[in-house]
């Protein structure tokens, strides 16, 4: 089992829509939680992070997190064109490593 | 203006040859990093600092070296020794170490060993 785990997609939502992707991770320590948007070529680009149960909004963009079910989530609302990008879930490892341990990403594209 | 630089953008290398991939910092963060990232992949952890004069291999340091004699720099040697080289390298740093903190990162470096 991978340690953060996220679907590759492409995941396509229509222009206005919200598009909902998701994590989930195996370490139960884990204490931090990050999304992060990369560009086709470019750098992650941070954009969200959560440490605590529950919603984190900030303006499109929502943040869930259930540790319970060792789950997070980013939730953007009124997709724009300019949100197709890929979405990289990042996670502390808690014990040991003391560093991020990335998903693969998801590949969002939002039509037009 | 504050934050994190690579050089350089793009790198081309020989087999055989050592190369090294400069990263600076300028937002006084105490840890840095150094991942890889392959096409169509997440990103994998070569090497960590947390603090200057120390630093630990993640989960790919096979292949590679670091140093960190300053706070803001911490350069990535990319030695022959490194099966598959060639890929997109990511610098970022971070307030304090242990995963806990916000990342922030370099443009990258795109190098392609032939």
């Known amino acids: 089992q991978k340690e953060v785990e996220q679907n590759s997609g492409p995941l396509s939502v229509p222009e206005g829509a919200i598009a909902s992707l998701n994590c989930t991770y195996s370490?139960?320590?884990?204490?931090?939680f990050f999304w992060y948007r990369q560009y086709s070529g470019k750098s992650p680009e941070l954009i969200m992070s959560i440490y605590s149960n529950g919603d984190k909004e900030d303006g499109r963009f929502t943040a869930q997190l259930n540790k319970a079910s060792q789950y997070v989530s980013l939730l953007i609302r009124d997709s724009q064109p300019s949100d197709s990008a890929t979405y990289l879930c990042a996670v502390n490892s808690g014990t040991g490593r003391r560093a991020l341990t990335f998903g693969s990403g998801t590949r969002l594209q939002v039509q037009p | 203006d504050g934050g994190i630089t690579q050089s350089p953008k793009y790198l081309f290398r020989k087999e055989g040859q050592n190369v090294t991939l400069s990263c600076e910092q300028n937002?006084?963060?105490?840890?840095m990093y150094w991942y890889r990232q392959d096409p169509g992949q997440g990103l994998r952890l070569i090497y960590y600092?947390?603090?200057?004069?120390?630093?630990q291999k993640g989960d790919i340091a096979e292949g590679y070296s670091v140093s960190r004699e300053k706070k803001e720099s911490f350069p990535l040697t990319v030695t022959s020794a490194q099966k598959n080289p060639t890929a997109f390298y990511l610098c970022?740093?971070?307030?304090?170490?242990?995963?806990?903190?916000?990342?922030?990162f370099g443009p990258g470096t795109r190098l392609t060993v032939t």
């Open positions: 937002l006084n963060h105490d840890a």
């Open positions: 600092s947390q603090i200057v004069n120390d630093f």
């Open positions: 370490d139960r320590v884990s204490q931090s």
């Open positions: 970022a740093s971070s307030t304090g170490g242990g995963g806990y903190y916000e990342q922030y």
